[in-house]
């Protein structure tokens, strides 16, 4: 038996769009709670999935588009939907169905909260959350960056279809010594991870490196840097929502320093 409950705080540090609970991201679970005290006092809400012990097997979170890294006038942004375990061939097989039932649930919640529809994201294969799922739900592809497509479906005759912030996501590069940037607002889990990280590995290199870390929480801050969370190594931008190892990401810096000799 699944139950769809309404949201209880504790329930955030779980799991985000692209894994469940996985020990590695414990540390960027601080800057969760913190993302999360600064959103609930801006729409925070959130759906969960219970098992029949009462487990979190399964979570949608969603905030006003308004504190969201999408312009549009009236939604709900999804931030991350996620189901426990369902990559893993052990999965118990009855969970089928939850994600969806996770969907309806929000967009039900945003209906009586005077929506007039509901955005989402999702990336193109080979990420899981993919953006083909909510399409076979009833979203409509609205706008495209990179491998990212944000989708939506309209819950009022007169809602019109949202696109992603406009603009490049600024880069920092400098002949002298290698520049780390990492855009940070806290939600996701592997971001989180991954700030931490590089902020940990610059200071490993001291002066050799120049650390940005730049706070994403805020519209206004979206909008400057046309992103929530992205990171960089002089300009070029690693891979999003993959958790990469201390000894690769040491590899990396490693080797900006090696091409200035």
């Known amino acids: 038996?699944?139950?769809i409950a309404d949201w209880d705080a504790s329930e955030l540090n779980t799991g985000c769009c692209s894994v469940s609970y996985d020990k590695r991201l414990k540390p960027g679970y601080g800057l969760k709670r913190y993302w999360a005290k600064k959103m609930l006092s801006n729409g925070l809400r959130a759906k969960v999935a219970l098992n029949e012990y009462r487990q979190t097997i399964g979570m949608v979170e969603y905030t006003p588009i308004q504190?969201?890294?999408?312009?549009?006038?009236?939604?709900?942004?999804i931030h991350s939907i996620w189901v426990e375990g369902v990559s893993s061939p052990t999965r118990n097989l009855s969970w089928k169905g939850i994600g969806a039932a996770l969907l309806s649930a929000c967009e039900k919640d945003a209906l009586d909260h005077g929506a007039k529809g509901v955005v989402a994201w999702g990336w193109k294969p080979p990420h899981r959350m993919r953006y083909t799922w909510f399409k076979r739900?009833?979203?409509r592809v609205a706008d495209k960056r990179e491998n990212r497509i944000l989708v939506w479906k309209s819950l009022?005759?007169?809602a019109e279809a949202p696109s992603w912030l406009r603009g490049d996501v600024p880069t920092y590069f400098s002949p002298e010594l290698p520049v780390i940037t990492v855009y940070v607002s806290g939600q996701c889990l592997i971001m989180n991870h991954r700030f931490l990280q590089l902020r940990q590995i610059a200071a490993e290199f001291g002066d050799e490196v120049q650390f940005n870390g730049v706070a994403t929480l805020d519209k206004q801050a979206m909008r400057r840097c046309c992103t929530?969370?992205?990171s960089f190594i002089d300009g070029e931008r690693l891979p999003d929502c993959v958790i990469l190892s201390d000894e690769e990401l040491r590899k990396l810096v490693k080797k900006a320093l090696k091409k200035r000799g």
């Open 1 to 3: 038996m699944i139950t």
């Open 67 to 77: 504190v969201a890294p999408a312009e549009g006038v009236g939604f709900y942004f």
């Open 137 to 139: 739900q009833g979203y």
């Open 156 to 158: 009022s005759d007169d």
């Open 228 to 230: 929530m969370d992205a």
